[in-house]
């Protein structure tokens, strides 16, 4: 067998930062923070302790926000891939069109 050498443009590195990646990881980060508020504000209700001040379940919010802040850069992404497919896929030729089966191109009705 022999190795088909291939460009470099042919595959993202592990390194390459694409479009909307931040916002996935930005987001992540936001809901991780979200869901660590979430269980502290809702551990003394649990270990029948005084509860936690408004602020603090407001701080839960924050995985909703993360949600949606990566759900965001997941739609970037998408996007930006799909322009590229489109990009690729108008520069390349397009096929001939198949020729139609014999009994159509007479015009014949069945």
């Known amino acids: ?3 088909t050498p291939s460009s470099p443009q ?3 590195t592990a390194d390459a930062v694409g479009p909307g990646d931040r916002l996935v990881r930005v987001g992540a980060i ?3 923070i979200g869901a660590v508020a ?4 809702v551990a003394p209700l649990f270990l029948g302790t005084d509860p936690f ?3 603090a379940y407001a ?3 924050l ?4 949600f949606v802040i990566a759900g965001a850069g997941l739609l970037r992404s998408i996007a930006a891939q799909r322009r590229q497919a489109r990009s690729v896929g108008a520069a390349a030729p397009a096929p001939a069109p198949a020729p139609a089966p014999a009994d ?3 015009g014949s009705a069945t």
């Open 59 to 61: 701080l839960c919010m």
């Open 30 to 32: 936001v809901f991780i």
């Open 63 to 66: 995985m909703g926000v993360g």
């Open 10 to 12: 042919a595959e993202p």
């Open 1 to 3: 067998m022999t190795a």
């Open 53 to 55: 001040p408004t602020i």
């Open 38 to 41: 979430t269980l502290v504000t």
């Open 104 to 106: 159509q191109a007479a």
